[in-house]
């Protein structure tokens, strides 16, 4: 086993040079956490639809966004890298990814211009070059226009520009490795002016472990079994890691507090038994990955259990119910299998729903006035949900192809002008 690891740590990042399959996995499990960034919201920000109200303290547990996020990230870096398995053009790769994330992103900038009223030119310029974020660069900072749940747009499109280096200087893995630990530990001292470098490099982290699963785990088990651990199980281990937050809990106990959130190494194992779950890939490492995610709960719970805190906190309980839901449903896949088809749909539209669900429901807030408070909530939420998933339906089954296709036409005319029998 040890020299199977130090070989795959010598091989170069570069993409095996086959085609894939479409993954229905991955689009399902992108619906699952679509939503759970948007109950996240929904149920956790107290002004987003309604002002002075708030749902019970249990439900605000139904999300996961911050996890959510990092599953993105994992996604996002296997998808980049399977559909740059064969070929790769430095303009048609940003051409791409332009035309992916632009078309329905101008028009949730649209949407919170009219939420905003008033924008300032360096703002809106800031936000449709992608360079919003929640911390300073330096000293310098461009707010979130409106839109909070953008803040990991700014992330992606940084991500995407460092793939170009990656695939075409194709460096080792451990190289690229080594470079980033050694920019971690760096960065553990770091003051407020560069707190930014340590999210980018914490999420890229995520954004890399994806990658590295398409060009150098997943090329070698192509036809391994799927859903090894069902979709529940997979849902309940991610609703309690989310909340129960082991990393931040481990190292405040090792008494290191730092502005470089550390606590991320604690997420890498559950996010990479979701992704060799969801590509089928599998092996004796993984498995052992696969243990130490469902393990890693218990320490924690012992813990509480012994200090005898384990019912003081809302948050304790409800990760307990989901880490003991996530072990019962572990060998279930007849319901996991039809709960998971459910959310093909789900996941084809997901980065309409992420990026429209903040805008629309304060739109909604801004022009809809209700005094009945019942009233208010229910109508108000039960419209946020129909708009936003009917606006991103429209968004991206019909008018973000259609834009695809009237930059992309020229480009077949002039395959087929140069191969006209294709």
């Known amino acids: 086993m040890q020299a199977a690891i130090v070989n795959f740590f010598k091989q170069r990042l570069q993409p095996p040079g086959i085609k894939y399959k479409y993954n229905y996995s991955i689009e399902q499990y992108r619906g699952l956490c679509a939503i759970m960034v948007l109950l996240t919201h929904a149920v956790g920000d107290p002004k987003l639809l309604v002002n002075n109200f708030s749902w019970p303290l249990f439900m605000q547990y139904m999300g996961a966004g911050y996890l959510s996020v990092m599953v993105f990230f994992c996604m996002s870096g296997y998808v980049i890298g399977i559909t740059s398995s064969t070929g790769f053009s430095i303009k048609s790769y940003l051409k791409k990814r332009a035309l992916r994330l632009y078309p329905i992103y101008i028009i949730s900038i649209i949407i919170c211009i009219v939420v905003a009223g008033k924008v300032s030119l360096p703002v809106l310029l800031g936000n449709l070059l992608f360079l919003q974020n929640g911390l300073s660069y330096y000293h310098f900072k461009i707010p979130v226009l409106v839109n ?58 995520f954004w890399l472990l994806g990658l590295i699963l398409s060009w150098n785990l997943i090329s070698k088990q192509p036809d391994a079994p799927k859903n090894i651990v069902p979709f529940i ?39 990479l038994m979701v992704m060799s779950t969801l590509t089928g890939t599998d092996n004796r490492i993984l498995q052992y990955n696969k243990l130490v995610t469902y393990v890693l709960p218990v320490g924690v719970f012992i813990y509480l259990i012994i200090t005898k805190r384990i019912f003081e906190d809302t948050r304790w309980v409800m990760c307990l119910i ?27 539209i997901s980065y309409g729903l992420y ?38 339906y429209w968004l991206e089954i019909h008018f973000q192809p259609a834009v695809r296709r009237y930059f992309t036409k020229n480009e077949k005319d002039t395959r087929l002008l140069q191969n006209p029998a294709a």
């Not at 429901?361 to 039960?382: D, G, M, R, S, W």
Request: some cysteine; hydrophobic content about 55%; glycine content about 4%.
């Open 148 to 205: 909070y749940a953008t803040w990991s747009l700014n992330y992606e499109v940084l991500y995407y520009l460092l793939f170009i280096p990656l695939i075409i200087y194709k460096p080792r893995l451990w190289k690229v490795l080594l470079a980033m630990f050694i920019m971690s530990v760096v960065s553990i001292p770091i003051t407020e002016p560069f707190y930014f470098m340590g999210g980018y490099l914490n999420g890229f982290y």
């Open 322 to 348: 989901y880490w003991v839901l996530s072990l019962l449903f572990y060998f279930e896949t007849r319901v996991s299998t039809f709960i998971m088809n459910r959310f093909t749909g789900i996941g084809k």
């Open 233 to 271: 199980s997979l849902l309940f281990l991610h609703l309690s890691l989310n909340h129960l937050g082991i990393g931040q809990i481990v190292l405040h106990k090792l008494g290191i507090y730092t502005h470089s959130n550390l606590n991320w190494v604690f997420d890498l194992p559950f996010c």
């Open 355 to 392: 990026i429209l669900h903040v805008p629309m429901a304060l739109l909604i807030k801004k022009y809809i006035v209700i005094h009945n408070q019942l009233a208010e909530v229910t109508l108000k939420y039960l419209l946020w949900l129909i708009l936003t998933f009917s606006l991103a």
